[in-house]
T-cell receptor, first 114, second 112 residues
Framework: EPEVTQTPSHQVTQMGQEVILRCVPI?????FYWYRQILGQKVEFLVS????????KSEIFDDQFSVERPDGSNFTLKIRSTKLEDSAMYFC????????????FGSGTRLTVV | GEDVEQSLFLSVREGDSSVINCTYT??????LYWYKQEPGAGLQLLTY?????DMKQDQRLTVLLNKKDKHLSLRIADTQTGDSAIYFC????????????FGSGTQLTVLP
C-alpha cells in the first residue's frame, strides 16, 4: 500500500536554529499538508499546498514557517528560527483530491527544541 | 470556531464491543473521519462518513452519525488487544481546502 514517508523520525535542534522536515507524499497525490501535535494536545492543521502554492494556512503558520515542493517528489516544512514551543510531532499528509477520502498521513517527525 | 470533543479514555474487555463518541460544533461539516494512532506511529485512516449519511459499516467498524445532535460514534465489534490505540475523530468543513479539525483523541485500552 502506498505510504507517505517522513524523515527524520526524530530531530533535536537548538533554539534559534533552522530545521527542515522532509516528506515524500504518495506519488499521484495532488494535495499536501502539514499538521503538528504538541505532546498531550490535539493534532493541529498548519498548512495545505496545491498546485505549487499554499491553499490555506492556520494562524500557527507564521513567517517563521515555509513549505516547498522543490523537485516534484519531496515536500518540506522549514522552520527558520526554532523556539522551544515548536517542539512537537509534525505530520505530513497527502490526498488525491478534494473529494471524500481522508488523507494518508506519514508516521511523523518528532522535533525537540532545546 | 469549529471544535471537536471526545472523552479521553475507554477501557473494554477483549471480545466486547467498544463505542467511542465524538461531538462537533460546526454544522457545515462535509466529511467526518476516524483515525487510529498506535504508539510511535502516524495517523491511520480507519473510516469516514459523508455528512448526509446516518450509518456506515465496514467489517468490525460501525460509524453512526446524528447530524441533528452533531454526534459521531465509532463502534468496534469483538474488540481485540490489537485495537488498543488512540482514536481520533476529525471533521472536514465545506469550502476549506480539506483541512481537518481533530478531537483530542480517545485512548482505548483493551483488557485481556
Amino acid at each position: 500500500e502506498p505510504e507517505v514517508t517522513q524523515t527524520p523520525s526524530h530531530q533535536v535542534t537548538q533554539m534559534g536554529q533552522e530545521v527542515i522536515l522532509r516528506c515524500v507524499p504518495i506519488s499521484n497525490h495532488l494535495y499536501f499538508y502539514w499538521y503538528r501535535q504538541i505532546l498531550g494536545q490535539k493534532v493541529e492543521f498548519l498548512v495545505s499546498f496545491y498546485n505549487n502554492e499554499i491553499s490555506e494556512k492556520s494562524e500557527i503558520f507564521d513567517d517563521q514557517f515555509s513549505v516547498e515542493r522543490p523537485d516534484g517528489s519531496n515536500f518540506t516544512l522549514k522552520i527558520r528560527s526554532t523556539k522551544l514551543e515548536d517542539s512537537a510531532m509534525y505530520f505530513c499528509a497527502s490526498s488525491g483530491d478534494r473529494g471524500s477520502y481522508g488523507y494518508t498521513f506519514g508516521s511523523g517527525t518528532r522535533l525537540t527544541v532545546v | 470556531g469549529e471544535d471537536v470533543e471526545q472523552s479521553l479514555f475507554l477501557s473494554v474487555r477483549e471480545g466486547d464491543s467498544s463505542v467511542i463518541n465524538c461531538t462537533y460544533t460546526d454544522s457545515s461539516s462535509t466529511y467526518l473521519y476516524w483515525y487510529k494512532q498506535e504508539p510511535g506511529a502516524g495517523l491511520q485512516l480507519l473510516t469516514y462518513i459523508f455528512s448526509n449519511m446516518d450509518m456506515k459499516q465496514d467489517q468490525r467498524l460501525t460509524v453512526l452519525l446524528n447530524k441533528k445532535d452533531k454526534h459521531l460514534s465509532l463502534r468496534i465489534a469483538d474488540t481485540q488487544t490489537g485495537d488498543s490505540a488512540i482514536y481520533f475523530c476529525a471533521e472536514a468543513l465545506a469550502g476549506s481546502a480539506r483541512q481537518l479539525t481533530f478531537g483530542s483523541g480517545t485512548q482505548l485500552t483493551v483488557l485481556p
